[in-house]
């Protein structure tokens, strides 16, 4: 089945604890992306990738970061969260660049920093 | 700069009647624009999109949607409502060449029994 996987769903932690949350698609996909999802400002795109080895910041990059060393993956990292990074992580892909492309989302990842 | 509007929060509609979720946009350029649902505990679906040509767009569960360019609007309907398209309705816009979708806030669709 085609789909993106993220990992975990679900995940607590302290302030300060670095962490990652993994994305993997089997579509073989170019592009790649990360949104969060607050309550009433919608999807907002952390950052994106349109290649292994070429990715480039979205609209809210600060505190994360990412990598794109094999096509199917783009892990999301933390180096050191805050509570003002709880919130519900999106992880899609799609054949090339954003456009006229649909994007496949993952189920999501809700992130909880105390 | 890009962006996407969907001014209300919340829209309550009876089971059997017609229902409305607006979008509006703004764009340079001609707008890809699409339409996503989310249902509890999943990601995001795609429902349809505009790309070009007829106005009036069909896709998934009976939606459709249309894109009338000088209202720079995109609003999605359905004929006649069912209790399980209660859901969060998310529109969104790119451009030919882009890297980056905008997404609206949301509208969150209640269809009542």
């Known amino acids: 089945e085609a789909q993106v996987t993220q990992n975990p769903r679900y995940l607590i932690t302290v302030t300060g604890k670095k962490l990652t949350v993994t994305c993997s698609q089997n579509?073989?996909?170019?592009?790649m992306s990360w949104y969060r999802q607050d309550p009433g400002l919608g999807l907002r795109q952390i950052y994106y990738?349109?290649?292994?080895?070429?990715?480039d910041k979205g609209d809210v990059p600060e505190g994360y970061k990412v990598s794109r060393k094999e096509k199917r993956n783009f892990p999301l990292i933390l180096e050191s969260p805050s509570p003002n990074q709880t919130s519900l992580y999106f992880c899609?892909?799609?054949?090339?660049?954003?456009?006229?492309?649909?994007?496949?989302f993952g189920a999501g990842s809700r992130l909880t920093v105390l | 700069a890009q962006s996407v509007a969907q001014p209300e929060d919340q829209v309550n509609v009876a089971e059997g009647n017609p229902l409305t979720v607006k979008c509006t946009y703004s764009?340079?350029?001609?707008?890809?624009l699409f339409w996503y649902v989310q249902y509890p505990n999943r990601g995001l679906q795609f429902l349809l999109k505009?790309?070009?040509?007829?106005?009036l767009v069909k896709g998934s569960y009976g939606f459709e949607a249309e894109f009338n360019k000088s209202q720079t609007s995109f609003h999605l309907k359905k004929p006649s409502a069912l209790v399980s398209d209660s859901a969060l309705y998310f529109c969104?816009?790119?451009?030919?060449?882009?890297?980056?979708?905008?997404f609206g806030t949301g509208t969150r669709l209640k269809v009542l029994a």
């Open positions: 899609a892909s799609s054949p090339d660049r954003a456009g006229a492309n649909v994007l496949t």
């Open positions: 505009y790309i070009t040509g007829d106005n």
């Open positions: 990738s349109m290649n292994v080895e070429v990715t």
């Open positions: 579509m073989n996909h170019e592009y």
């Open positions: 764009v340079s350029g001609n707008p890809y």
């Open positions: 969104a816009v790119s451009t030919s060449g882009t890297y980056k979708y905008i």
